[in-house]
């Protein structure tokens, strides 16, 4: 077999095939001797059927499928030879046909991953921001808890609603005398200013006694609640039943021991800072990889294909594409394919970073050992709360093992990078960082 291949763009391949006549007359015959095996002709007995005869009821099946097992395995022979990623199944203008006597020809266009020469990986200059933990930050840890030990009692020593109760009712609500839903509760409780439902409802509940029924008018707000009550007036009844109250522990020492691990509040405000600290690390250690996988691309511009763009897209975007499936909408599917365009972008920066990162890993020797993949399963079955091996088994069933192979190459190569990288920290506060995360596309 002849095979030339020609580059028509960084990222396909034209493949032209010549292959000879006396091997397409060898799958030819021994098409036909099978044939001859289990094919079934009246007047002839099994396995004796003439090859004339099998081919005027046969040939064009016969001849279409040895032309495709020799498409194919023309087509895998020359990606092994050339050293070809294809990353699509090739495509051909016309199905070819065969001629006795004369080789058969066909042409084949392929997306193939591009071959990436990284240049530039060393020394990136990125910055480190850095957060330090604020005593605010501390307190409203801290409040979390306190109300996670809230206790509800009943109150005893009044009758009438105040604002902070918590007023268990019935209520009822129709417009234009008819129900409508969400517009009933039965032994609701609702905490009399908190906001839980919609503006003026938990005003009308103050000085309410228990045992009253109240009745008042009061519209839904126009983008509220169900599409048939908004912005029209609710006729609601409200019958009080009983009033409660939130007891919250003090913060002293002894909430901090009654948490069973500390001794001062104190301690326990330290340990919430350590663990506030250990998630800002985490956070500025991701957005760092981040940064220095940014500068990889910005410092080595690739042409990506548009096959694995579009994968990736699928990818960050397979929660809204199976609410595409769900649905008829069109508006939902313009509104889709909008943020699927503006997606793009970020995806060819992603699909660039992990060819450049592949370039990096196969420049430097950079691969994921046995070890390092024993050693991801055994995080992962923590994470899930399952046995390692039950994990690893999976693994192996769904073929996802060279997937996790893959990523944590590289990840390798990306932790090369960045120990190759000239960082510099930069302190900033949480509303800085909550702008840039507002600014960026």
Known sequence: MKVQVEALSNVERKLSFEVPWDTVKEELDLAYKGLSKRAKVKG??????????????????????????????????????????????????????????????????????????????????????????????????????????????????????????????????????????????????VEIGAGQMIPGFEDQLVEMSIGDQK????????????????????????????????????????????????????????????????????????????????????????????????????YMMQDALRMVQQTNDPSIREAIEKLRDEARPQAEKQVAGMLLLEAVAKKVGIEATDSDIEGRIAELAREHRIPTKQLKKQLIENDQVDALRYNLTQDKALDHVLEQANVTEQQVSAEELQQEATAEP
């Open 215 to 314: 009745k008042f008018q009061l519209a839904f707000p126009k983008d509220e609640g169900p599409e048939e009550v908004q912005g029209k007036t609710v006729d609601w009844t409200v019958d009080l039943k009983e009033l409660k109250r939130k007891i919250l522990p003090d913060l002293d020492d002894d909430f901090a021991q009654d948490l069973g691990e500390y001794d001062t509040l104190e301690e326990l405000k330290e340990n919430l800072r350590e663990n506030l600290a250990t998630r800002e690390d985490a956070r500025s250690r991701r957005l760092l990889r981040d940064e220095v996988m940014s500068k990889l691309v910005e410092a080595n511009p690739v042409e990506v294909p548009k096959l694995m763009v579009d994968r990736q897209l699928d």
């Open 44 to 189: 002839f007995r099994a396995g004796k059927v003439p090859r004339k005869v099998l081919e005027q009821l046969y040939r064009g099946t016969v001849e279409n499928e040895v032309i495709s097992r020799l498409v194919d395995e023309s087509f895998r022979k020359a990606v092994e030879e050339n050293e070809l990623v294809p990353i699509n199944s090739p495509k051909m203008d016309a199905f070819p046909t065969l001629t006795a006597e004369t080789p058969l020809v066909f042409e084949a266009t392929v997306e193939v991953k591009p071959e990436i020469t990284v240049g530039s990986f060393e020394g990136l200059d990125v910055v480190r921001k850095v957060r330090i933990v604020e005593d605010k930050e501390v307190d409203a840890e801290l409040e979390q808890l306190r109300q996670k030990a809230v206790v509800i009692e009943a109150i005893t020593d009044r009758k009438t609603a105040e604002s902070g109760d918590m007023a268990v009712v019935d209520f009822f609500g129709t417009v234009d005398g008819e129900d409508f839903k969400g517009g009933k509760g039965i032994n609701y409780t």
